[in-house]
């Protein structure tokens, strides 16, 4: 099974030998790896690739994608994209009717405030917390909502108002010494938020390559509306996971204590106040890798599959939706059990 290659090791090289990928610093060899056991390289800071290592990793369709050392996206390397013509076209032109866009759209908010819901039923249930309850009881009825929509801003509206009542209940989902106060994207400006905007950044990227493999353009959405240079399909597809895998992990790192206070530190950038420190980073990464690669059953097909596996079969879920030979069902999202 393939796997991303993270490298953290600022001053690291990669270079190639033969049909291996060999990650060194100052001479010393820190890892090797097979090419065709490698579906993502992933970059934070100061790390150098040789145009050879490069060459390897494009001509095999291995993405090489760009962070900060505090998991800042910059951008991302892909080889040629695949010759889905057809299926693309037919995924603009899907976009642009309001009918069909909004179908697939409710049912990523449907998606993604499902998982929400069981998100908070199982801490309510854990915690033996009526706040957390009553969310729930909110988030359900905001879910009730996305199928009646008959417009994109009220389903925007929907989710909107659902995802607040997710976040304003945080504060009872977090043991001392966290505290949140709300979600803040740009720029996270506290811990909590530092660690889930930065397990999106990652999340995202995995979501990405997925949607590549599908044959889709990740810039032509349906509840992410065309912007430009935003993966707005990526984004889409990421909604329904965002509470299963990234949600859950900043809990279980920040109220096991894995990830602690001296873990953060100050930003050198004007629009970074606060960042995760680097050995902070090695250790939300692996624990976001233990979570990608966990193994579950499908709830549909019974299959042992792990949730990196759940992405790729998501995306070609929707590209089944989107085939131009017509006769495909609607679009599903994966909802939690």
Not at 30 to 50: D, H, K, Y
Not at 234 to 260: T, Y
Request: glycine share 8%.
């Amino acid at each position: 099974m393939k796997n991303p290659l993270y490298v953290l090791e600022q001053g690291a090289k990669l270079n190639r030998e033969g049909r291996r990928i060999i990650v060194s610093k100052d001479g010393e060899t820190l890892a090797q790896v097979a090419v065709i056991q490698v579906s993502q390289v992933v970059l934070f800071g100061n790390i150098q690739v040789t145009t050879p290592a490069l060459r390897l990793l494009l001509d095999e369709g291995v993405e090489v994608v760009l962070l900060s050392e505090a998991g800042r996206f910059y951008g991302r390397l892909v080889g040629a994209p695949g010759g889905h013509g057809a299926l693309r076209v037919n995924q603009v032109l899907c976009s642009q009717d309001l009918a069909i866009s909004l179908k697939i759209a409710q049912q990523m908010v449907y998606g993604k405030l499902h998982n929400i819901k069981v998100f908070l039923q199982r801490y309510a249930r854990r915690l033996d917390s009526e706040t957390i309850h009553l969310a729930a009881i909110g988030v359900d009825q905001q879910l009730q909502r996305t199928t009646r929509t008959i417009a994109h801003n009220s389903l925007m509206g929907v989710e909107g108002q659902g995802t607040a009542i997710y976040f304003g209940v945080w504060k009872a989902l977090l043991q001392p010494p966290w505290r949140f106060d709300g979600r803040v994207r740009r720029p996270p400006t506290d811990p909590v938020n530092v660690l889930l905007s930065f397990g999106y950044t990652v999340l995202l990227q995995n979501i990405l390559g997925a949607v590549l493999t599908a044959g889709l353009d990740p810039y032509v959405g349906f509840l992410h509306r065309l912007e430009y240079n935003r993966p707005s399909l990526a984004l889409d597809l990421m909604e329904e996971f965002r509470p299963l895998i990234v949600d859950s992990v900043v809990l279980r790192c920040l109220n096991n204590g894995i990830i602690k206070q001296e873990h953060f530190q100050p930003g050198e950038e004007e629009d970074r106040p606060i960042v995760l420190a680097p050995e902070g980073v090695r250790l939300f990464v692996r624990e976001l890798e233990t979570r990608f690669t966990q193994q579950f059953k499908h709830p549909e097909s019974g299959e042992q599959i792990t949730y990196r596996r759940l992405f790729l079969l998501q995306a070609y879920a929707l590209a089944r939706t989107l085939d131009p030979s017509g006769g495909a069902a609607p679009y599903r999202p994966f909802l939690a059990k």
